[in-house]
């Protein structure tokens, strides 16, 4: 059948371009732009300057989500497989203290390993990643082969891996990281970086047999595992691919701060999912896209950058972005529901 | 005289001043249509005081529906419904436990982590004077009910440490807790040993003897004849009969309950059947079935019928892997594989339609393609991972059109599709893996006359190019019209294979209910 496929492409279809639907993300771009208009009007109101003609502003306002965004990229891909990821936070400062204990400067004398100063990035980079990938596979293993839910899993690694990061050094920060090292969160690497994954992941979600077998176990399970699919693996695997973005996101976390703490990443988590969510993918799994991630976290950046810049009190701001998150879940609910009615 | 109000009924019937009427309930011209479906098309039925009245059909004869609006879960669309004379309209399951009416179910509903004692007086605790509930008078009065009708339960053990059969004492305790006028027991049998369904029966006439109406729904005939007064015989949503059970016999019910006509013709061409492309040998699954054994040949469709529970589908789900056989071989072409994962029943040519489309079917949110190819992907067309898109929705396009699939495009979520082209879209999944063996559980289940005609038309055409297929079916007509040869199961076991040529309704029923 395959070898006559061209001859059997169906001429019959009406044209496509006429009823093209439009892309979901279209809605929660919308909102996005609203947003930042919002804050324009009232910048002129209340402080007398622009909001959006200020590339300082957005420039730090687009870095400080960027390592969110980049842990958002693995849990998207999570939540959309009907799972939970609540280890990413620590993950990341487990991540920051192991890659910045090799990564201090040559000769380095009250370095963590006085042996290992010096060395070419790549390696903190590697047991970096590595350490995030460890993570993922046993959050993944937990998961799919002993059927504990995914909430409790992540959530032991979530305070197993911050015991690990507060362990390493008994809690004392790593300073005096290499130059060469620390040029990976300079300028606008980190943004780069998260693009850039974001990119990947958006064409394995859109076009690649991981990316469809993601959806199918998130729309249905059961479903998938009847039609072939080794459910149990695909699970690991998509939990390791969260690690690994999880250590990326420590890793260029202590590249920009040059210095690895314990404490990082505390609450990364939950902005992830709330970047997630806000971008339209579905608690309940099998519905989302990357690209609506990627304007969630956009969203979150222009919400803290918006309210900074109006000298709104930092309590507010958490009290705001709490109620975007949730109308968030309100209006997609609304729109399942409305779905299903049809 | 109006309608009086549940509450009220509560107070009265407690009183006990209501003179009995000689019907305790009486349902008439009752209609009831689903989406798609008539369930119940003017049924009627009377249930007189003291008396086991038995209901009698085959699956999805109308059976459950009726007992689920006596028992105020579904409403009627239309008909009247005099208990005790009095006419009356429920409005949920509490109204009609208050007119004193209670639902013994099949699946049971008990509370896992709760006492026995909690479980019977849930919503009905009694409180002290500071609103707190007193276990104690709880114990008490569980002790007393279970005294009245001999169940050796400790009040204070959980559900959850309880046997099934234990359980379901407790359910009928509880429903007879209610002091319920009418008790309706949907196949209380089920898991039940003979020892335990003898001491069921005492508890039953037990109740009879207070006066009780009990509404018992069962398959099997046996049960039929030791305890029931009347039995009521019901086919395709309408009511046929009623008899008093000592004046009929097994024969005439079977033939009541599969009386019709088979009115939609059967497209069964004869192909050439072919060698043995499937061998099954004393094929087990500890708890569900045993000992199934069976061969299935090129061009040959083999029907499966038993009542529901009877092992049908479990057969199914391990042939496929779904859930490993725990005994037994299965071989292809002779060759003897071991099927340990649907991934392994696929790569050995095997294809399964499940019974339950959006259960273990649909991907419902995600669209037709994606719901059509995802078997497929097993099987290549995809490049370095890459998915060849244009490829692919290439032979989407060609099963669309060859099923006929009612949609604008391929882009369609599933969940807006009807049941009928749902069902297509998953037939179509497996047909692009091109299998040898297609196993079919319910094709044809709860889709609309025009959908299953094309169906049935396709299974044949599939027959009729060497496929295998073994097709599970409740619908009688369905086996005889479609199967070269039919394999009837009855709890767990297989009791026969009969020819095409030997195969009739009554034989099947037989085979089935043993």
Not at chain 2, 34 to 58: I, T
Not at chain 2, 262 to 285: A, Y
């Amino acid at each position: 059948m395959a070898t006559d496929v061209s001859t059997a492409a169906p001429p019959t279809e009406a044209p496509r371009a006429g009823r093209r639907r439009l892309p979901p993300e279209l809605s929660i771009l919308g909102v996005m732009v609203g947003m930042m208009l919002l804050f324009e009007a009232l910048g002129w109101i209340f402080v007398g300057q622009s909001f959006i003609a200020n590339p300082l502003r957005l420039k730090i306002m687009i870095l400080q989500e960027a390592e969110i965004g980049i842990i958002a990229v693995g849990v998207t891909q999570v939540i959309i497989m009907g799972g939970i990821d609540l280890s990413s936070g620590s993950v990341v400062g487990m991540t920051a203290m192991i890659a910045a204990s090799l990564a201090q400067t040559e000769g380095y004398t009250h370095a963590i390993y006085p042996s290992l100063t010096g060395l070419n990035p790549i390696f903190p980079v590697a047991a970096g990643l590595l350490c995030g990938l460890v993570a993922g596979t046993i959050n993944g293993s937990l998961i799919a082969y002993t059927k504990i839910p995914a909430f409790i899993a992540t959530l032991g690694m979530m305070v197993s891996a911050r015991g690990v990061a507060d362990w390493y050094t008994n809690g004392q920060p790593i300073g005096n990281l290499d130059d060469s090292f620390a040029a990976i969160g300079a300028g606008w690497w980190p943004v780069i970086i998260f693009l850039g994954v974001a990119f990947i992941f958006h064409i394995a979600l859109r076009y690649t047999r991981y990316g469809k077998f993601t959806y199918a176990i998130g729309a249905n399970p059961l479903a998938a595992r009847v039609s072939g699919i080794n459910v149990e693996r695909h699970i690991v695997i998509v939990y390791l691919i969260a690690g690994l973005l999880s250590g990326l996101s420590g890793i260029v976390h202590t590249a920009r701060a040059i210095s690895g703490q314990a404490g990082v990443g505390v609450g990364f988590e939950l902005d992830a999912i709330a970047a997630a969510v806000i971008g339209g993918v579905s608690l309940s799994g099998g519905v989302g896209r990357m690209t609506g991630t990627v304007i969630g976290a956009v969203i979150l950046g222009i919400l803290t950058s918006g309210f900074t810049f109006l000298n709104v009190d930092a309590h507010y701001q958490e009290i705001i972005k709490g109620g975007v998150i949730v109308a968030a879940v309100v209006a997609d609910q609304y729109r399942q529901r409305r779905r299903k009615s049809v | 005289m109006g309608n009086i109000s549940p509450s009220t009924a509560e107070i009265v019937r407690l009183s006990g001043a209501v003179p009995g009427a000689e019907h305790l309930l009486e349902v008439t011209n009752v209609r009831k249509a689903f989406p798609g479906v008539l369930a119940l098309d003017g049924v009627s039925f009377r249930l007189k005081r003291g008396h086991v009245h038995a209901l009698m059909g085959e699956n999805g004869a109308g059976k459950s529906t009726l007992m689920k609006i006596i028992a105020g879960i579904y409403t009627p669309d239309s008909g009247s419904f005099r208990l005790k004379g009095q006419e009356i309209k429920l409005a949920s399951p509490l109204d009609a436990l208050m007119y004193g009416i209670a639902m013994i179910h099949q699946e049971l509903n008990l509370m896992n982590f709760m006492t026995v004692a909690e479980n019977i007086w849930i919503r009905r605790e009694p409180l002290n004077r500071l609103g707190l509930v007193r276990h104690d008078e709880m114990r008490r009065r569980t002790k007393k009910l279970f005294e009245d009708l001999e169940i050796p339960i400790d009040p204070d053990v959980e559900v959850r440490d309880l046997s099934v059969a234990n359980r379901q004492m407790v359910e009928i305790a509880k429903a007879v807790s209610y002091d319920s006028d009418i008790l309706i027991m949907d196949e209380p049998t089920s898991a039940l040993t003979d020892r335990e369904v003898e001491h069921l029966f005492r508890i039953i006439r037990t109740l009879k003897e207070q006066g009780k109406g009990i509404v018992y729904i069962t398959h099997k005939m046996n049960e039929l004849f030791e305890i029931a007064d009347e039995v009521s015989v019901f086919r395709d949503g309408r009511f046929v009969g009623e008899h008093p059970a000592s004046e009929v016999t097994r024969d005439d019910i079977i033939r009541l309950m599969v009386g019709r006509e088979i009115t939609q013709m059967f497209p069964k061409e004869t192909v050439p059947i072919g060698d043995v492309v499937l061998s099954v040998r004393n094929l087990s699954l500890e708890g569900r079935f045993r000992d199934v054994s069976f061969d299935l040949r090129k061009g040959e469709i083999l029907g499966f019928a038993g009542l529901v529970g009877s092992g049908r589908s479990n057969v199914a789900e391990t042939l496929f892997g779904v859930t490993p056989a725990t005994s037994g071989a299965i071989a292809i072409d002779g060759k003897e594989i071991a099927v340990t994962n649907p991934g392994t029943a696929m790569d050995a040519g095997m294809a399964f339609l499940t019974e339950d489309r959006k259960e273990s079917g649909c991907f419902l949110l995600l669209d037709i393609m994606a719901n059509m190819q995802i078997a497929l992907l097993r099987h290549g067309h995809a490049r370095a991972g890459f998915v060849k898109e244009r490829e692919i929705e290439a032979l989407c396009q060609q099963q669309k059109q060859r099923l006929r699939v009612r949609t604008p495009d391929l882009e369609e979520p599933v969940i807006n599709l009807s049941g009928g082209n749902q069902q297509k879209v998953l037939i179509a999944r497996w047909l692009l893996t091109r299998p040898r063996i297609l196993i079919l559980d319910e094709p044809t289940r709860g889709i609309d006359v025009g959908a299953k005609a094309e169906i049935h038309k396709l299974i044949t055409e599939l027959a009729a190019q060497g496929v295998a297929v073994l097709m599970i079916s409740s619908e009688l007509p369905e086996v005889l019209g479609m199967s070269d040869r039919v394999l009837v199961m009855h709890e767990g076991r297989m009791t026969g294979i009969v020819d095409r040529k030997d195969a009739d309704q009554v034989t099947i029923m037989e085979l089935a209910s043993q």
